[in-house]
Structure formats: structure tokens, C-alpha cells
């Protein structure tokens, strides 16, 4: 048996989240359906996280076995042809047996995209904000993140992970052209919806609804309650995972 990483982008719009969902289509029941299809089996696919609805990726890892050795450029090219046009294959990578999309990354990246312009061509890869944040006091808020590593406060209730501990290691606003920025954040693992909840509080900073020390009480009260509404999932990006190089063959 030969496990395999494929790497691959979607478009998440018209998808129920990365994860098989009873209720909606899910980029993991695409992705399991070619695959069965090519190989002729039912085959299983282990993503490295679980997207929310019309959360979009450039970049998510995912792994299977096959029970042959397969000609990978030959593959991507069939996966290809075979999945709808808003996901797309980049390439598959042999791995050793034990290998793991998800327990096996050692970090992920979101960009998260504000624009304050109406542009026809960007409204479903943008949240569009009416009014300029001070995007200054946000990146002093965002460095506060880098002093905690329980973040309860931002995750979605009643989830089932053992910890809510995670390990931020970049996380500031950047200016993409006059009327964009982008939030760009890395951490070991993000709980559910944790990103979306950190923009929510952060903009709640830029607008001066609460203060520096105030978003530092949001992380330490650990209470989703506390911490400001979660932004559309429409503006934020899965856009790097990394993993040891020992995993490859």
C-alpha cells in the first residue's frame, strides 16, 4: 500500500466547508469521488483541516492510499479533467505508510482580505468594509495574540478537539494595494472558525469599539461570548501547510 499527499486549490463558494457535510456538498467528497472513480475503489481522503462554507483554499494537503504504485503527473493530469472547474490538483507526492495530512503538519497560514471599495469582480474573495479601521491599532492588537496560547475565546462551541491550544508564530495586517489589506496568520493548528473570530474582535480594535487591553481580556476570559462576531467566510484563504521533509519519498 503507498499513501500519497495531494496538494491541491479550490473555490470554496459553492461547497458546505472542506468536510463531508450530510446536508451539502463537500471538496472532500469531490476529491473521494475522482479518486474512486480513477482507481476503481472506494478510497478514503484525510484532509490536513476542515475549511468552513465558502472558505477558499491556494493551498490544502490531503492523503490517501492506493494499493499500486502510481504515475503521479499522469494522475493529476486524470484528477484534473475529472473534478469540477473550482478545484484543481497541483500535484501528488509519495510519503512514507505512517505519514498524516492532518496530525503530521507543523503549521498552517490564512489570509484573510478587507476591501473598502465596491469592486463587482471581488465581492465573493472580499469582505467589504463602509468604513476605514485603524489598521496600526490592529497590528498592535494582533501582537498580543503571540502572548497566549489557549484561544477558547475565538473557537466555535460545543467542537470536538481535546485542547484549544495553539501556537501562533505570525499574525499582523499587511497592505495589499490602496484599497486592500490582508490579515496573514500561521500558526501549529487553528481550532473552528478561529480565524474568522480573530478578525471579527481585531476590526471591533479598529473601529474603536474596544481597546488593546480590552482584546487581551477577550483571549483571557476564554468565553466566545466575549470575543466579536465572526466575518464572512468568503474573504478568507487556506494558503499554506507545511510538513517535515522526512515525511517524503
Excluded at 495530512?101 to 482580505?113: G, L, N, P
Excluded at 473598502?116 to 468594509?129: D, G, H, I, S
Excluded at 466566545?224 to 501547510?241: E, H, I, K, M, T
Aim: aromatic share 12%.
Amino acid at each position: 500500500m503507498q499513501r500519497y499527499f495531494i496538494y491541491l486549490a479550490y473555490d470554496g463558494t459553492a461547497y458546505h466547508g472542506w468536510q463531508i457535510q450530510p446536508n451539502g456538498e463537500s471538496v472532500q467528497e469531490c476529491l473521494m469521488k475522482a479518486l474512486s472513480t480513477l482507481l476503481r475503489r472506494e478510497v478514503e481522503v484525510i484532509g490536513a483541516g476542515r475549511t468552513d462554507a465558502g472558505v477558499h483554499a491556494s493551498l490544502m494537503v490531503a492523503h490517501f492510499d492506493s494499493d499500486m504504485p502510481l504515475d503521479t503527473a499522469f494522475m493529476t493530469d486524470k484528477l484534473n479533467r475529472l473534478l469540477p472547474p473550482d478545484i484543481s490538483v497541483y500535484c501528488l507526492r509519495p510519503v512514507i505508510p505512517e505519514a498524516h495530512a492532518r496530525f503530521d503538519a507543523t503549521s498552517r497560514k490564512y489570509k484573510y482580505y478587507i476591501t473598502t471599495a465596491k469592486v463587482p469582480f471581488e465581492r465573493q474573495y472580499r469582505c467589504r468594509l463602509f468604513q476605514t479601521p485603524d489598521f496600526e491599532r490592529m497590528n498592535e492588537a494582533a501582537q498580543v495574540l503571540f502572548e497566549y496560547t489557549d484561544f477558547t475565546s475565538f473557537s466555535k462551541l460545543h467542537t470536538d478537539v481535546k485542547t484549544n491550544n495553539c501556537k501562533i508564530m505570525h499574525a499582523a495586517w499587511t497592505q495589499h494595494d490602496e484599497r486592500t489589506w490582508v490579515f496573514t496568520i500561521q500558526a501549529d493548528r487553528f481550532l473552528r472558525n478561529m480565524v474568522r473570530a480573530i478578525v471579527g474582535t481585531l476590526l471591533e480594535v479598529g473601529r474603536g469599539k474596544l481597546t488593546i487591553e480590552g482584546f487581551r481580556r477577550v483571549i483571557e476570559q476564554q468565553d466566545r461570548c466575549q470575543a466579536g462576531a465572526s466575518v464572512p467566510g468568503n474573504a478568507l484563504f487556506l494558503v499554506d501547510v507545511t510538513y517535515p521533509e522526512t515525511l517524503f519519498l
